[in-house]
């Protein structure tokens, strides 16, 4: 059992930058595969950012690439979100998700399908005003 919980969000102008956090408690140890996704309003979920916590190895959304970065605290069991240059359509919640299961060897390909996460958090809104 894996809870996660999102903060850092809010409201910024184009340009500006932001730090989501991911809090994970209970059984953390089995978070060995991580990500953020964003929704916006009639849209589906997409892939922002993925680590693989045993190597951090990271993968990005080519929206994103070179302008946010994923990292974490293996101390305060926290994952992060570094957005910097954010743009309008950055707008959307952003979501925190884990897999527990060991032995997921096609991430490099599947990290940003949602289907492949069982563990979400609640959400946290990011709005980029131009």
């Known amino acids: 059992q894996v809870q996660l919980v999102e903060s850092g969000g809010g409201s910024v102008q184009a340009g500006g930058s932001l730090r989501l956090s991911c809090a994970a408690s209970?059984?953390?140890?089995?978070?060995?595969?991580m990500a953020w996704f964003r929704q916006a309003p009639g849209k589906e979920r997409e892939g922002v950012a993925f680590i693989y916590t045993g190597t951090d190895d990271t993968y990005y959304a080519d929206s994103v690439k070179g302008r946010f970065t994923i990292s974490q605290d293996n101390a305060e069991n926290t994952l992060y979100l570094q957005m910097n240059s954010l743009k309008p359509e950055d707008t959307a919640m952003y979501y925190c998700?884990?897999?527990?299961?060991?032995?997921?060897?096609?991430?490099?390909?599947?990290?940003?399908?949602?289907?492949?996460?069982?563990?979400w958090g609640q959400g946290t809104q990011v709005t980029v005003s131009s």
């Open positions: 209970g059984d953390t140890y089995s978070t060995y595969f």
């Open positions: 998700a884990a897999r527990t299961a060991l032995g997921w060897f096609a991430y490099v390909s599947r990290w940003s399908r949602s289907d492949e996460y069982n563990y």
